[in-house]
T-cell receptor, first 114, second 114 residues
Framework: AQSVSQHNHHVILSEAASLELGCNYS??????LFWYVQYPGQHLQLLLK??????LVKGIKGFEAEFIKSKFSFNLRKPSVQWSDTAEYFC????????????FGSGTQLTVLP | DAGVTQSPTHLIKTRGQQVTLRCSPK?????VSWYQQALGQGPQFIFQ???????QRGNFPDRFSGHQFPNYSSELNVNALLLGDSALYLC?????????????FGSGTRLTVV
């Protein structure tokens, strides 16, 4: 069974700092990868996704992620965070052969201090 | 606007009772998946419905059951509620597996079992 690990449970940054959130997955075959964000009291929103092609994926709100197949990683990055980026971030993976069952990591709470 | 509508927003039930949660998918989506998100954890896959049938199921007991209607809306039923069933229940809609597309999540139903 596939699994997703997010090693940082809580990250605290000051505004304008750079962000990198780690995500590793266990499945060795073809995968589709996602980052979702959950702002307080709101629904999960898709930040970006990787299906194939360029391993550097750009998403909304200035976020990007890099797929490194050899490391089974899909880390999320942002060069300069804002207070409004305070939220919980979830990495997720689909094995395309699994009827599109999303497997989520445990999430990383990002707090950005003004 | 999430596009996926869930009701009710909040619910308090007593241990041993039964509960029904409802989900209306995003327009154009015909696949509905249900997830349980316990406090401080990532969403866990419960099951997925397509063409009114359960297509895949996660590691949840038979107390969790569902249904999909001809208009693609869905219900999640939980019998014999336990305190541990307290969680945020998320519904996600999508296109079927062979048509790609990402998931759209609803805002969830917060279930508290006392």
């Amino acid at each position: 069974a596939q699994s997703v690990s997010q090693h940082n449970h809580h990250v605290i940054l000051s505004e304008a700092a750079s962000l990198e959130l780690g995500c590793n997955y266990s499945y060795g075959g073809t995968v589709n990868l996602f980052w979702y964000v959950q702002y307080p009291g709101q629904h999960l929103q898709l930040l970006l996704k990787y299906f194939s092609g360029d391993p550097l994926v750009k998403g909304i709100k200035g976020f990007e992620a890099e797929f490194i197949k050899s490391k089974f990683s899909f880390n999320l990055r942002k060069p300069s965070v804002q207070w409004s980026d305070t939220a919980e971030y979830f990495c997720a993976v689909i094995n395309p052969g699994s009827a599109r069952q999303l497997t989520f990591g445990s999430g990383t709470q990002l707090t950005v201090l003004p | 606007d999430a596009g996926v509508t869930q009701s009710p927003t909040h619910l308090i039930k007593t241990r041993g009772q039964q509960v029904t949660l409802r989900c209306s998918p995003k327009s154009g989506h015909d696949t509905v998946s249900w997830y349980q998100q316990a406090l401080g954890q990532g969403p866990q896959f419960i099951f997925q419905y397509y063409e009114e049938e359960e297509r895949q199921r996660g590691n949840f007991p038979d107390r969790f059951s569902g249904h999909q209607f001809p208009n693609y809306s869905s219900e999640l039923n939980v019998n014999a509620l336990l305190l541990g069933d307290s969680a945020l229940y998320l519904c996600a809609s999508s296109l079927p597996p062979d048509r790609g597309g990402g998931y759209t999540f609803g805002s969830g139903t917060r279930l508290t079992v006392v």
